[in-house]
């Protein structure tokens, strides 16, 4: 006859190793507000992904990730989510602050640009002597360069207009900018609440012509993660978890987007995810690598591609720019 186990025995067994440690309290910054995008992070904690770790994880909203990066450099979050290429300018222009990417999110970058095809742009190159619109912080605005590189384009011929990112597509539907720069999943569908249908518009992804870019990644700061080894491993286990839920199931992410955002568009949030899910999540090289890492030669290129859009005074070593270490094993990472 089989002994019966303590209870105490059945409940570690069911919470996960970290469960009977004592719980840590961990700060998490989005890049942008509650939108569909950022369901796997919320329902790591409506699921109990990051209490079953041992941690007790606040999820708040961003406000860009330059803003994301600054606040996680300065200690005010222990991690965050946002741009690995604005990661890179910070730890090459601030060598004392160093950040690091411990897993990448976003493997193709959502960085594009947008016209209407009634514009008449019909290729990169016609942006010269056109006025793009966008926030001074935008990230495809700063890696413009690359993309400009990449396409032919004389940079020197485009003119750029900054506006506060709620008047980006107004002003692109206006007619007041004949182009507009920010993530795919964020112009296409805010253009679709105005009025302006995907049948209307001509995308320039820089995916397609900029070498090697990967896009947002989850970020610490080196000391934090040197630290606290244990915290970023479990805390990567829970948003790993929490990914293939939203993978599996959109509508479940974006239920619990709307859970902290009560005036979120449910059909439009769950697009939204469902573009970035197919778009720049689960590409080629996440089927191959699994979710999170990356492509060794890939990162290599990207990290060249930023130092010369961005003109970085040093050429930073891929060590420092991802440690893959943190990562749960490969198994728990294929996509399902």
């Given amino acids: 006859m089989r002994k019966a186990l303590p209870t105490c025995t059945i409940l570690t067994l069911c919470l996960g190793p970290l469960a009977s440690a004592q719980t840590t309290n ?16 919320l329902l790591a904690v409506d699921r109990g992904y990051f209490a079953r770790q041992g941690l007790n994880v606040t999820v708040d909203r961003g406000f860009g990730s330059g803003d994301a990066i600054n606040k996680i450099a300065g200690g005010a979050y222990d991690l965050g989510f946002g741009d690995i290429n604005a990661m890179m300018e910070f730890n090459a222009r601030n060598p004392g602050q160093k950040l690091v990417a411990v897993y990448m999110v976003y493997n193709a970058p959502p960085h594009s640009i947008t016209v209407l095809k009634s514009s008449g742009i019909k290729t990169p190159k016609d942006l010269e002597g056109k006025t793009i619109a966008a926030p001074v912080g935008d990230a495809s605005r ?16 485009v003119k750029w207009t900054s506006v506060d990112g709620a008047l980006r597509e107004p002003m692109l539907a206006r007619g007041q900018a004949d182009a ?11 253009l679709r609440q105005i009025g302006v249908g995907a049948d209307q518009v001509t995308v320039f992804p820089y995916a397609a012509s900029v070498r ?20 970023v491993r479990s805390f990567l ?14 509508a479940a992410g974006v239920a619990a987007v709307q859970k902290r955002n009560g005036l979120a568009n449910v059909a439009l949030e769950t697009e939204r995810l469902k573009l970035a899910l197919g778009g720049n999540v689960v590409t080629g090289d996440v089927r191959a690598l699994g979710l999170g890492n990356v492509r060794p030669d890939r990162l290599k290129a990207s990290i060249l591609t930023v130092k010369k859009a961005f003109d970085l005074p040093v050429t930073l070593s891929p060590t420092s720019v991802f440690n893959a270490s943190y990562l749960p094993p490969a198994a728990q990472r294929k996509v399902r």
């Fill in 26 to 41: 961990v700060k998490f910054t989005l890049d942008w507000a509650f939108e569909g995008p950022s369901a796997p992070y």
């Fill in 180 to 190: 507009i720069s920010g993530f795919t999943f964020t112009s296409l569908l805010n």
């Fill in 237 to 250: 286990a829970a948003v790993n978890q929490g990914l293939q839920d939203a993978i599996k199931d959109p």
């Fill in 212 to 231: 090697g870019l990967y896009g947002n990644a989850i970020i610490t700061r080196a000391d934090y993660a040197q630290k606290n080894p244990a915290v």
């Fill in 142 to 157: 700063r890696l413009f360069s690359a993309f400009a590189e990449a396409n032919g384009i004389d940079e020197s011929k």
